[in-house]
T-cell receptor, first 111, second 112 residues
Framework: KQEVTQIPAALSVPEGENLVLNCSFTDSAIYNLQWFRQDPGKGLTSLLLIQSSQREQTSGRLNASLDKSSGRSTLYIAASQPGDSATYLCAAEYNFNKFYFGSGTKLNVKP | DAMVIQNPRYQVTQFGKPVTLSCSQTLNHNVMYWYQQKSSQAPKLLFHYYDKDFNNEADTPDNFQSRRPNTSFCFLDIRSPGLGDAAMYLC???????????FGPGTRLTVT
């Protein structure tokens, strides 16, 4: 059974710090790995999508990497800001339109 | 703007009273999903449609049903809501396998 794990569950950092969020998955036969942001009481906003053939994707201050062989993805956030405070979820897509989510990392960036 | 729309954003229903949640999309995506998310938990897939082809998760209670009358709309019916069904319900779409998912804002369901 596919499982997705995110560590840490919560993270608090001062503004301006660079940080890394981790996502691991048990089955390396993924189609892609997608990172989302969720604000309290809101839906999920897609941040980055990494196809299985890719190693990384970048958008602004965000960089996501994918290592299928080790079953890991990381989301790097540069120069964090208070507005980055949210829960970040990763999801691995497998065959037959199946997505498996991690439980998320709740990020707090302190001014 | 192309998007995924969910109505209502907040729904209050009574224990045992049927309720329907709505999702529509202007993305013309083939796949539509319904997820249930409880506080501080990962979204849990209930079912999905690939075009008109319905796919139910093995552990989705029979109390939950879905309809997709056309490409743009998908409905979640909860036949007899219990207190344990109070959650955020998220609708998502995907163009095709491997293309990622795009979510609506969610419907917060309260059961009294």
């Amino acid at each position: 059974k596919q499982e997705v794990t995110q560590i840490p569950a919560a993270l608090s950092v001062p503004e301006g710090e660079n940080l890394v969020l981790n996502c691991s998955f048990t089955d390396s036969a993924i189609y892609n790995l997608q990172w989302f942001r969720q604000d309290p009481g809101k839906g999920l906003t897609s941040l980055l999508l990494i196809q299985s053939s890719q190693r990384e994707q970048t958008s602004g201050r965000l960089n996501a990497s994918l290592d299928k062989s080790s079953g890991r993805s990381t989301l790097y956030i540069a120069a964090s800001q208070p507005g980055d405070s949210a829960t970040y979820l990763c999801a691995a897509e497998y065959n037959f339109n199946k997505f498996y989510f991690g439980s998320g990392t709740k990020l707090n960036v302190k001014p | 703007d192309a998007m995924v729309i969910q109505n209502p954003r907040y729904q209050v229903t009574q224990f045992g009273k049927p309720v329907t949640l709505s999702c529509s999309q202007t993305l013309n995506h083939n796949v539509m999903y319904w997820y249930q998310q409880k506080s501080s938990q990962a979204p849990k897939l209930l079912f999905h449609y690939y075009d008109k082809d319905f796919n139910n998760e093995a552990d989705t209670p029979d109390n939950f049903q879905s309809r997709r009358p056309n490409t743009s709309f998908c409905f979640l019916d909860i036949r007899s809501p219990g207190l344990g069904d109070a959650a955020m319900y998220l609708c998502a779409t995907s163009r095709d396998p491997g293309k990622g998912q795009y979510f609506g804002p969610g419907t917060r369901l309260t059961v009294t």
